[in-house]
């Protein structure tokens, strides 16, 4: 890979107290972040990309997503979640296959990485056509095949969703230098049985899988869930080693303070989606008390379906700004708190802390650039407040994974978009809606 220098840009480093380095030079080379300095380095003889009027920040981290589900977008708007899923979704998701869901997923993964996205966490199936389309694009990934069990009759060595997770275990983990990475998937409580959650868990745990689960999203989903077991959602889990490993609780709107404990003492990271679930009315996730707590909390779009963009900064900003309004606390999540939650916090969710994230040397050059000198973004006083309060994911000019730069003013270098849209409008939309 050639020698790339941001040549004086404002960088946003997410290292330490005080992340903004203004004027500063940050030099890639062999896809790492090399050095970040004050003055340029001696002899530099690569790529310069000026940097006056921008803005360098770590690729943003997406946690929670459903990425092919992206050709559903606006399909079933203003439903709860329930009658969303069961007379909209499941229905048009019966008729997927594999290219359906590879085209969605690079129509997804094109609109992550041109709004800021390096590297988001999937739960889905047809999970093959999903790693083809992450291979193909050069974004990062945490897959996972979502499990489900609707009865008591379970085999972990005949089961669907099983045979498929260990087949993708040993066939993608680990893709390119860790790029790609498969983890286990409990879909969520109400979907599956202890059979599968046990048998689930235990595989993770044996071959060191993370965990993504979708939980206490609703209060419906919650409140079953202990008149059923007795126990919330959380708790029931935790009987069957589910919170054994790395894991990703998705959600946790619903969660009570018994499960805040818990989580904490398990050290599970939560992905707060606060679009999705403000407009499928699920509520609001008790984040400012999660992180008083000490539990790691990250951010995630959930499916275009239910949010309706990838777009990582409406999600920060939104974050921001709902945990004021309910609290009536101004401070409940600040501006570099909502930063964190989509850099440092969600590369930590990924187990990719030590890659990703910060703007610091040894890391990869996960690195998105942000014209500042747009008319919504002008005044700047504070860099950190524009970026969470001001900024679009249309203001991103350039998205790099791993010093290669994916895009770049408007231009796609590893997608052809037009082929992804021809292939949407003379295949997937005709099978899917007739």
Known sequence: MNDILFDTVTAVTMDGTDPVRTDCFVRISGGKIVSVSASPPANFSGERIDGRGKVLLPGLVNCHTHIPMTVLRGYADDYDLQTWLTKYI????????????????????????????TSFTDMYYFCDDILAAVEESGIKANVSRGTSLFSEDFSFDSHAGCVEMRRLHRAWDGRDSG????????????????KLWAAVAE?????GLGMHVHLSETRKEHEDCVAKYGATPAAVLDRYGVWGGRAVAAHCVWVTEADMDLL????????????SNLKLASGI?????????????????DSVASNNSHDLFEEIKTAALIHKGASGNPGAVTALEALRLAT???????????ECGRIVPGLDADLILLDFDR????????VASN???SARGGDVVLTMVRGRILYRDGEFRTIDLGKVRRELDEYVLPRLFG
Do not use: M, W
């Open 179 to 194: 790029r790609i990475r498969i983890e286990a998937s409990i879909h969520a409580e109400y979907t599956s049985t202890p």
């Open 375 to 382: 008319p919504h973004l002008v005044p700047c006083h504070n």
């Open 90 to 117: 499941f229905p048009v998701e019966a008729k997927l296959d594999g290219r359906c869901v590879r085209a969605g997923a690079l129509l997804g993964i094109a609109e992550a990485l041109a709004s800021g996205t």
């Open 387 to 389: 970026l969470v309060y």
């Open 344 to 354: 440092v916090n969600a590369a930590k969710a990924q187990g990719r802390q030590d």
């Open 285 to 301: 996730a008790p984040v400012p008390a999660l992180l008083a707590k000490g539990i790691n909390v990250a951010l995630g779009t």
């Open 264 to 275: 904490a003492a398990r050290g599970v990271n939560v992905s707060h989606n606060p679009v």
């Open 203 to 207: 595989y993770a745990a044996d071959n």
